[in-house]
Nanobody
């Protein structure tokens, strides 16, 4: 498994930007597709974005398409989530996750390594 640590969360005004980062250690980072999930109070953890092992393919949930960008650096062993034009409904605890699957996967069950999460709060 790979160990994951998120950073970059905080308080941001609606319409602003925030960049989350996830640092990975352990086994070869390039063997994992990576994803970002989020969980708002009282709600289930939901898929946000995923990126393939090479970084050439990405997929987003509809509510963040055109606003969020997922990227990775297989030399630095990091995966980032650039959040632009944020909205109050983006407020949540954001988790970084890793999966061994070879295709892009949006299901929580496919991911076998998780970070502890970083809080994002968007004020209106």
């Amino acid at each position: 498994q790979v160990q994951l640590v998120e950073s970059g969360g905080g308080l941001v005004q609606a319409g602003g930007s925030l960049r989350l980062s996830c640092a990975a250690s352990g086994r070869t980072f390039g063997n994992y597709a990576m994803g970002w999930f989020r969980q708002a109070p009282g709600k289930e953890r939901e898929f946000v974005a995923t990126i393939s092992r090479s970084g050439r393919s990405t997929y987003y949930t509809d509510s963040v398409k055109g606003r969020f960008i997922i990227s990775r650096d297989n030399v630095k062993n990091t995966v980032d989530l650039q959040m632009n034009s944020v909205k109050p409904e983006d407020t949540a605890l954001y988790y970084c996750a890793a999966t061994n699957t070879v295709y892009l996967d949006t299901s929580r069950g496919a991911y076998n390594s998780w970070g502890q999460g970083t809080q994002v709060t968007v004020s209106s």
